[in-house]
C-alpha cells in the first residue's frame, strides 16, 4: 500500500471515529435531557422555565377571540336589542325572536370561517412557524370584524362572522401546539389546559359586557360588544412577535443552532443545557423522519391514522358532552323559564366558575392523569344530562325550571372542570411532532363539521317557534355523551408523564389504550 492510500485510508478511520464520538456523544446528550424533564417536579419545572409558562400564557390568550365572538353571538340571540332589530314577532311568546333558521346560521357562522382556517394552519405554519402564522391571523382578524360591525341585516352579519372565522381557525390550530412544545413534560397539562381557562374568560368577559347592555334599547347594545373585539389583536401581534420560536419547529427545519438559543429564551439557563434539549428534540424528529414533507395524507396511513382519529374523536366529542349548553347557557336559562336579568346573571355566574374550576383541574390532571379525568367527567355530565332531561319532564313549575337551571349550570361548569381540559392534553400530546399542525388542523376542523348539525339540533330543540324542548334535551345530550364516554374507555391512552420519544414508540408498538399508562419504555429504546 502506497503512503499516500495509507493517508487515506487513516483520515478515513479518524472520519469514521469521529462521527462514532459525535453520534455518542448526542445520544447522551438527549438521555440526559430526558432524565432530566422526568425527575423535575410540577415546581422546578416552573422555576427552570418561567418565561416558556409566560409565553405558553400569551399564545393561550388569543382563543379568547373565538371564545368571546362565540358566546357573544351565543348572548344576542337572547339579546332585546338584537332581537327586536332582526327579529320576527312570535305572538306565542308576545315579543320578536331570532328564527330558527338565522339562530342556527348565526350560530354557526364562524365556525364556517374556522373550518377554512384550520385547513390553512397547518400548511401555512409548517412553512413559516407558529409565531408569524399567528401574526398573520391577528393582523387578518383586525380587518375582519369591521364587516360585522357595520352589518346592518342578517346575511351581512352571517358574512362578518364567517370572515372573522377563519383567524380563530389559525389560533385555535396553533396555540394547542405551540403551548405543547416550548414547555417541559412536567407543565404540558397545565400549560395546554391554559386555553380552556382563556376560553372561560372570553366567555366571562362577554357575560359581564352583554350584562352591562342587555337593558340598552338602541343598536350599540351589540355593537359596542362588537368593537371591543379590538382590543385584542394589535396587543397580542406585538407580544407574539417578541416570542421565541418553537424549538421542536426549529429543530424540525434543521435550524439547531436557533433552536437553542429558543430553548436558552425558554428557560434558566443556570438550570437547563440548550444543547442537550436541542438533542433530544433531534432524537425525536430523527425517529419520525421520511423522505417526504409533511403531507395530509400521512395523517392517515399506519399508526398515524391512530393518533389522527384520537385527536379528532376528542375534538368531535366536545360537542356532545354538553359543551353546546355551555356555549347558549343564557338563552338556555331563559327557556327553562328564567327571565332575562337572571339569564344573564346565571350565564355570567357559570362563566365565573368554568374558570375557577379549570384552573382546579391543572391539579387534578397533573396527578392524576388524562384519562381517568376524562371518563370520570364525561360519566358525571352523562349522569347529569340526564337528570336535567328529568327535571324538564315532570311539568311546569317554580321548582322545576329552578332544577333545570341548576343542572344546566352544573352540565356547563363539571365540563370545563375534567373532560374538557383533559381534551387539550390529548390535543396536544397525540400526534407525531412532525405532523403537530396538520393533526390539529385537521381534529379541530373535525370539530367543527360534528359542530355545525349539533348546533342547529340544538337551536331547533331550545327554540320556541321550533321543538321548543327546553330541558329535555338533557336525554339528548346524555345519550351522545354516553356514546363518547364508550369510545374514550376503548380507545384514549394515558400520556401523562411520557416524553414524545416514547410517545411515539408506543404508538409505533401498538401499544393497546388501557395498556399505555403500564408499559415500561427503556431510555435507549428508540423503535
Known amino acids: 500500500m502506497s503512503e499516500t492510500e495509507k493517508d487515506s485510508a487513516a483520515l478515513e478511520e479518524k472520519r469514521i471515529g469521529d462521527e462514532a464520538a459525535t453520534k455518542a456523544s448526542f445520544r447522551h446528550d438527549a438521555v440526559e435531557a430526558e432524565n432530566a424533564e422526568h425527575s423535575m417536579t410540577v415546581l422546578e419545572a416552573c422555576k427552570a422555565y418561567p418565561m416558556a409558562c409566560f409565553w405558553a400564557f400569551i399564545m393561550s390568550f388569543t382563543i379568547i377571540m373565538e371564545s368571546y365572538d362565540v358566546f357573544l353571538i351565543g348572548n344576542f340571540v337572547a339579546l332585546p336589542a338584537f332581537k327586536n332589530r332582526f327579529g320576527v314577532y312570535d305572538p306565542k311568546t308576545d315579543a320578536f325572536v331570532i ?75 396553533n396555540a394547542p401546539a405551540y403551548c405543547s412544545e416550548i414547555v417541559p413534560l412536567r407543565l404540558r397539562a397545565p400549560c395546554t389546559q391554559m386555553l380552556q381557562m382563556f376560553w372561560a374568560i372570553g366567555s366571562i368577559i362577554v357575560g359581564a359586557v352583554t350584562y352591562v347592555y342587555n337593558d340598552r334599547p338602541d343598536k350599540e347594545a351589540y355593537r359596542i360588544p362588537l368593537a371591543l373585539q379590538w382590543m385584542f389583536p394589535t396587543p397580542l401581534a406585538i407580544l407574539i412577535f417578541l416570542a421565541p420560536e418553537s424549538p421542536w419547529w426549529l429543530v424540525r427545519m434543521g435550524r439547531q443552532e436557533e433552536a437553542a438559543h429558543a430553548v436558552e429564551r425558554l428557560g434558566r439557563k443556570s438550570r437547563i443545557n440548550g444543547g442537550e434539549v436541542v438533542a433530544m428534540m433531534r432524537r425525536v424528529v430523527e425517529l419520525e ?4 414533507a409533511p403531507n395530509y395524507l400521512e395523517l392517515f396511513k399506519g399508526t398515524d391514522l391512530r393518533r389522527t382519529l384520537i385527536v379528532s374523536g376528542v375534538y368531535a366529542a366536545q360537542n356532545l358532552a354538553g359543551n353546546l349548553i ?66 324538564a319532564s315532570v311539568g311546569t313549575s317554580v321548582a322545576a325550571n329552578n ?107 401498538r401499544i393497546p389504550a388501557r395498556k399505555f399508562k403500564t408499559t415500561q419504555i427503556s431510555v435507549d429504546d428508540d423503535e
Do not use: H
Not at 103 to 127: D, E
Not at 363 to 385: D, S
Open 326 to 391: 355551555a356555549n347558549q347557557a343564557v338563552y338556555f336559562f331563559q327557556q327553562a323559564g328564567m327571565d332575562n336579568t337572571t339569564s344573564f346573571a346565571l350565564g355570567l355566574i357559570t362563566s365565573a366558575l368554568q374558570m375557577i374550576f379549570c384552573m382546579l383541574s391543572w391539579i387534578l390532571t397533573t396527578y392524576f392523569g388524562r384519562r381517568t379525568i376524562y371518563l370520570w367527567g364525561t360519566g358525571f355530565n352523562v349522569t347529569m344530562l340526564v337528570a336535567l332531561g328529568i327535571a
Open 289 to 292: 423522519a421520511t423522505e417526504t
Open 99 to 173: 328564527v330558527t333558521k338565522w339562530q342556527s346560521a348565526l350560530q354557526c357562522s364562524g365556525q364556517l370561517g374556522a373550518l377554512i382556517g384550520v385547513m390553512l394552519a397547518g400548511s401555512l405554519t409548517s412553512r413559516v412557524g407558529y409565531r408569524w402564522a399567528t401574526i398573520i391571523g391577528l393582523m387578518l382578524l383586525n380587518a375582519m370584524i369591521f364587516v360585522s360591525y357595520f352589518a346592518n341585516s342578517l346575511p351581512v352579519f352571517f358574512a362578518g362572522q364567517i370572515l372573522e372565522g377563519i383567524p380563530w381557525g389559525i389560533f385555535i390550530a
Open 403 to 509: 332544577a333545570q337551571a341548576s343542572f344546566g349550570l352544573i352540565v356547563s361548569v363539571a365540563f370545563t372542570f375534567a373532560a374538557a381540559p383533559a381534551s387539550w392534553c390529548f390535543i396536544a400530546e397525540t400526534s407525531a411532532v412532525r405532523l403537530r399542525p396538520l393533526t390539529t388542523g385537521v381534529g379541530r376542523a373535525t370539530y367543527y363539521i360534528i359542530e355545525l348539525p349539533c348546533i342547529f339540533l340544538a337551536s331547533y330543540m331550545l327554540n320556541p317557534t321550533g321543538g321548543n324542548l327546553g330541558g329535555k334535551c338533557g336525554y339528548v345530550w346524555g345519550g351522545t355523551a354516553l356514546f363518547c364516554w364508550i369510545v374514550a374507555y376503548f380507545c384514549l391512552p394515558e400520556m401523562k408523564d411520557r416524553s414524545y420519544r416514547e410517545i411515539d414508540i408506543m404508538f409505533r408498538r
